[in-house]
C-alpha cells in the first residue's frame, strides 16, 4: 500500500530548499503549493554559491539538468541562477509570491490549516522551509537559534577594473580573521563573490529577521569596516573592501547556528534553515536544505501512510541536522572562542593601530 498521490503539501518559502521540495514532491504525484511572503522571484537575488552538486541535483530534478540561462557549475555559481533553474522546474501557478503565512491552525490535526489574511486553507502536510525565523517553527519545536558569537561581511561587486579577490589570514589574539573570495556569473557579468569573517559581539549584530537567517538593520557601512580591512589584511585588501563599498554591496551576515530535534510534530515539518542553521565555513547550508527535500521525498515514495513518512523523514532529517550543526560548531571555535564574550570590531582596531604588531603581516596569506 502507498500513499495516495491525491493528497496537498503547503510549502512555505520559496528559497532553494523549498523549491527543492517542492519539484521532489511535485515528480511523485502530490498536490504541492508553495508560498513565498517576498513579492518576487529571487532569480536576481544573493550571492554565489561555494559548491553545487549536480548529482543532487539530478535527483531533484528528475535527472533533468537542461535549461539553465547559465550552465549548473559545481563551484562559484549564482544563487539566483540555481533558483531560476529550481523555480523553472515548477508550474508557475503552484508558487505563490507577496503571500503572507501568519499562523498554522488544527496543527495537530489530520488536516492542519495555513492562516493567509485571517483565512485558514486546510493541507494535509505543511512543510516550514521559511528561514532562520520561521513562522512554522514553533508548531514543531520550542528551540531558537543561538548566535555564534563572529559574523561574515559579504561583499558583491562587478569584476571589472577591481583588484580582487581579496586573500588574507590575521590571528589577534588567539581570534581568527580571515577575508577570502572567488568569482562568479552574475546576472549581469561577473562578480567577486567575497566576504570578512570576523567576531563580533551579539549587542553588536541584528538577530534574524522573519523568513531570512539574516536582517539587514545595518544599511550602512560603519566607519570601522575599511581601517579595519587594512589593519588586518593591508593595503590591496583594504583597497578591494573600499572598492566593493563604494560600486557594489556589502552586507553583515551574523552566523546564527541552530538544530532542531524534533522538525515534525504532527503533519507539520520542517527543512532547510527552519530546521538548520550553519555557518557557510561548513559549505553545506544549502546543501543540506537540498538534502532534506531528497530525503522528504524518498520517505514518501517509500511509506504507506502520512504518519510514517513523517517520522522517517524526523529520524533522517534531525541526525543530519545535528551533523552540520557540529561541523559548524567547530568552524566558529576559530572566530569566537567564546561565543558569548566575543570581542567588539572597535577594539581591535583600536589594538592594532595602537601597537607595533600592525605592521607585522607575516601572519598574512
Given at each position: 500500500m502507498t500513499i495516495r498521490r491525491d493528497i496537498k503539501i503547503a510549502v512555505v518559502g520559496a528559497s532553494l530548499g523549498g523549491l527543492s521540495a517542492a519539484n521532489v514532491l511535485r515528480?511523485?504525484?502530490?498536490?504541492?503549493q508553495v508560498y513565498e511572503l517576498f513579492a518576487k522571484g529571487f532569480e536576481k537575488r544573493g550571492g554565489a554559491l561555494g559548491s553545487v552538486d549536480l548529482g543532487l541535483l539530478r535527483r531533484i530534478m528528475g535527472g533533468n539538468l537542461n535549461g539553465a540561462d547559465r550552465a549548473i557549475k559545481g563551484h562559484g555559481h549564482f544563487y539566483g541562477d540555481l533558483w531560476d533553474y529550481l523555480y523553472q522546474g515548477l508550474p508557475p501557478e503552484s508558487v505563490r509570491f507577496g503571500t503572507d503565512v501568519q499562523t498554522i491552525t488544527d496543527a495537530r490535526s489530520d488536516r492542519p490549516a495555513i492562516v493567509i489574511d485571517g483565512k485558514p486553507t486546510t493541507f494535509d502536510v505543511i512543510i516550514?522551509?521559511?528561514?532562520?525565523?520561521?513562522?512554522?517553527?514553533?508548531?514543531?519545536?520550542?528551540?531558537?537559534p543561538v548566535y555564534s558569537g563572529y559574523t561574515a561581511w559579504r561583499g558583491l561587486v562587478p569584476m571589472n577594473g577591481i583588484d580582487g579577490p581579496p586573500s588574507g589570514v590575521r590571528i589577534v589574539n588567539g581570534i581568527r580573521y580571515e577575508t577570502l573570495g572567488f568569482p562568479c556569473a552574475g546576472p549581469d557579468g561577473p562578480l567577486w563573490n567575497c566576504g570578512v569573517y570576523m567576531a563580533m559581539p551579539y549587542a553588536e549584530v541584528a538577530a534574524p529577521t522573519r523568513n531570512r537567517q539574516v536582517g539587514s538593520a545595518i544599511r550602512d557601512i560603519p566607519d570601522w569596516f575599511v581601517p579595519l580591512a587594512k589593519a588586518l589584511f593591508g593595503e590591496r585588501n583594504a583597497q578591494f573592501w573600499?572598492?566593493?563599498?563604494k560600486h557594489g554591496k556589502v552586507t553583515p551576515h551574523p552566523i546564527w547556528?541552530?538544530?532542531?530535534d524534533p522538525v515534525v510534530a504532527g503533519r507539520v515539518a520542517l527543512l532547510g534553515d527552519a530546521a538548520h542553521l550553519s555557518s557557510p565555513r561548513t559549505g553545506a547550508g544549502a546543501y543540506t536544505a537540498m538534502l532534506d527535500a531528497c530525503a522528504l521525498g524518498t520517505a514518501f515514495n517509500d511509506a504507506s501512510s502520512v504518519p510514517q513518512a513523517l517520522a522517517n523523514y524526523n529520524q533522517d532529517a534531525v541526525s543530519r541536522a545535528r551533523a552540520l550543526y557540529d561541523r559548524s560548531?567547530?568552524?566558529?571555535?576559530?572566530?569566537?572562542?567564546?561565543?558569548?564574550?566575543s570581542v567588539s570590531p572597535t577594539d581591535v582596531?583600536?589594538?592594532l593601530t595602537r601597537s607595533s604588531d600592525a605592521l607585522d603581516w607575516a601572519a598574512m596569506c
Open positions: 515528480q511523485l504525484g502530490f498536490d504541492v516550514g522551509a521559511d528561514g532562520g525565523k520561521s513562522t512554522i517553527r514553533p508548531f514543531v519545536t520550542q528551540q531558537q573600499a572598492d566593493c563599498v547556528e541552530f538544530a532542531a560548531r567547530r568552524a566558529g571555535l576559530a572566530f569566537a572562542p567564546d561565543r558569548g564574550h582596531l583600536d589594538h
